[in-house]
């Protein structure tokens, strides 16, 4: 009967523990809990053994027992401390609430003009897409031309879709007009493989910047040694003047803006793997990807400048100098701060649609650079 009994408390954790498993896995707490549950099952399988078979005396088990246990809650209590404490970390990602900057939204954050558009489009709208750093200030544009009505942010004339998905959406023809920085090399390839060459206007500048927690005490980076950081020479804060703290430095998928400005910031130089975190796909599958920035003490990362001033908004990081200049709209409009490059709407060359054509220039005339200026990037003027 004993036997019995054990044999059915063998068959029940194992049953207990592989949908256990499974559940964690598909909730995305998989990383810490599917070893944590399979430790714990197999060194519950082994008390059960020692106790049914007398292989260690009666005091002694409970002594294991208490200690298995004590060490089981323990782990579990200090991961979810840790848990907390990372939760509660700023991230920088390329995702804030773009519906404030919707065009016709109430209260939108969109710029407006001070007099009425000198260009009405009312048909035939051409479909606009881009980088989210960007969605602003193509909003002010729709804003001022399209007609009044409400823009879905990923299916409408006036999409968001981020750098990407954009560059695809134009290579494979279903978009008219995206707002976006240079395309990466594969980009390049994907277009030259569709047979379709991109047109660039340029319709203002802006900085390309690397930030850090706020209460890091480094305040200025060369170029030199920004470099070395991401090629991993340079692993320290205190060589650079700050604490003895190791670097963690964050990077952006591949083929995004900002990780694209920053592989032609490197030069050519080897860039050092990033920081990974493990995301929980489907029935536990572990995929590896790019970490988001997570502001962390010695963290340091890299966007847009207006990205990180206007649309994040969070004092507990700070923009670093670069070579001692600051990136401003002064600083990029003279030439003084050296990462400040124009962004672009990117049409197909042979897109020969009239009320694109008619949008592109009027992007770049007083009034479309006006909406730049008031959004807050630096035109072209």
Known sequence: MKYILYTVLVVIALFVGYWTIIIVSLVGIGKFYVPFISIGVVILLICVYLNMFHIISSKKMKKIWLTFLSLMLASCAIHEVRSAYDRRILRVRQSVNLGLYAPFGTNTLAAKLDTASTLRIDTDLPLLDGATAL?????????????????????????????????????????????????????????????????????????????????????????????????????????????????????????????????????????????????????????????????????????????????????????????????????????DYLMASPFFAVTLADNKKPEVTALLEWIVSEQGQYLVEKTGYCSMR
């Not at 507990?316 to 409009?333: A, Q, R």
């Open 135 to 335: 969605y602003p200030v193509y909003s002010a544009f729709a804003q001022a031309v399209y007609p009044k009505k409400e823009y879905a942010q990923y299916d409408s004339e006036v999409a968001c879709n981020n750098t990407i998905r954009a560059y695809n959406k134009l290579i494979n023809r279903a978009g008219d007009i995206i707002f976006v920085a240079p395309p990466s090399e594969e980009q390049l390839k994907m277009a030259e493989q569709a047979g379709v060459k991109f047109n660039y206007t340029s319709i203002g500048k802006e900085a390309f910047v690397f930030f850090v927690n706020a209460h890091n005490p480094v305040e200025n980076l060369t170029v030199t040694q920004l470099q070395d950081i991401y090629a991993g020479k340079i692993t320290n804060w205190q060589a650079l003047g700050g604490r003895d703290e190791g670097i963690r430095a964050f990077q952006r998928n591949e083929n995004s803006g900002s990780q694209t400005a920053f592989v032609h910031f490197m030069q050519g130089k080897t860039i050092m793997k990033p920081p990974k975190e493990d995301v929980i796909a489907g029935m536990g599958g572990i995929v590896s990807q790019t970490a988001d920035y997570a502001n962390y003490g010695n963290s340091i990362g890299f966007s847009f400048r207006f990205y990180v001033n206007e649309m994040t908004k969070n004092n507990e990081v700070k923009i670093l100098k670069v070579n001692d200049v600051y990136p401003n709209i002064e600083t990029i409009s003279n030439g």
